[in-house]
């Protein structure tokens, strides 16, 4: 293809790509490493493009919550928050120990681990957000949250993870992930699930 000077457009049939990926580190009550899992996100699912569309358009659309109900969700300024408090487990950054494949469909994760110092339990600490930084062509920045174990016992069969947004007043699944091997936190150590969101020109 020419432009209007009659040279070759030399950026014809370059595509913009979008990518998620995470990062999951365990460590003990010392700090140190003990496990550290880095992969490509399987996906968003689909309640992120939809809040997405929302915005874009406008208007509003039915989208499906955590609890599976349809809601009609309509354009506002916390749709798509997932910088959460600390102790807040409605939106933000989750873990879980469900081992069903994502699919797009999912609204959910299957088996969460809830706020406290119960078995299975966790303290969520608050959400953290980098700026976007650009490097070459890309653009990206990153979305992290640290989980404390204080149950007295190591929690283990760690092996999903994801993030809870806002949709006005109610709550959505934006992504979610199954480990290629799961993870276990000791008794007073700490699980970090780290989300980097880029586009690459």
Not at 76 to 92: C, E, H, K, Q
Not at 121 to 130: G, I, P, V
Not at 149 to 159: E, H, P, Q, V
Not at 172 to 187: E, H, K, T
Request: charged content about 15%; proline content about 3%.
């Amino acid at each position: 293809m020419k432009n209007q000077d009659g040279k070759k457009n030399k950026s014809h049939g370059k595509s913009l790509n979008q990518s998620l990926t995470y990062l999951v580190e365990v460590t003990d009550k010392e700090g140190r490493l003990l496990q550290r899992i880095e992969a490509p996100s399987r996906s968003y699912v689909q309640q992120w493009n939809r809040v997405i569309n929302v915005q874009a358009k406008g208007t509003a659309s039915t989208i499906k919550d955590t609890g599976g109900v349809s809601r009609s969700i309509s354009p506002g300024g916390t749709n798509l928050l997932i910088n959460s408090g600390a102790g807040v487990t409605a939106y933000g950054i989750r873990v879980g120990k469900g081992l069903t494949p994502v699919t797009i469909t999912d609204y959910a994760l299957e088996i969460l681990l809830a706020e406290g110092t119960g078995i299975d339990q966790l303290t969520h600490l608050a959400s953290t957000y980098t700026a976007p930084t650009v490097a070459g062509s890309d653009c990206s920045f990153t979305i992290r949250r640290t989980m404390i174990n204080n149950t007295g016992a190591t929690i283990t069969g760690i092996s999903e993870i994801g993030a809870y947004m806002r949709m006005g007043s109610y709550y959505g699944l934006a992504f979610r992930d199954v480990l290629a091997s799961p993870a276990s936190v000791p008794d007073g150590g700490g699980i970090t699930v780290t989300y980097t969101i880029k586009v690459t020109a």
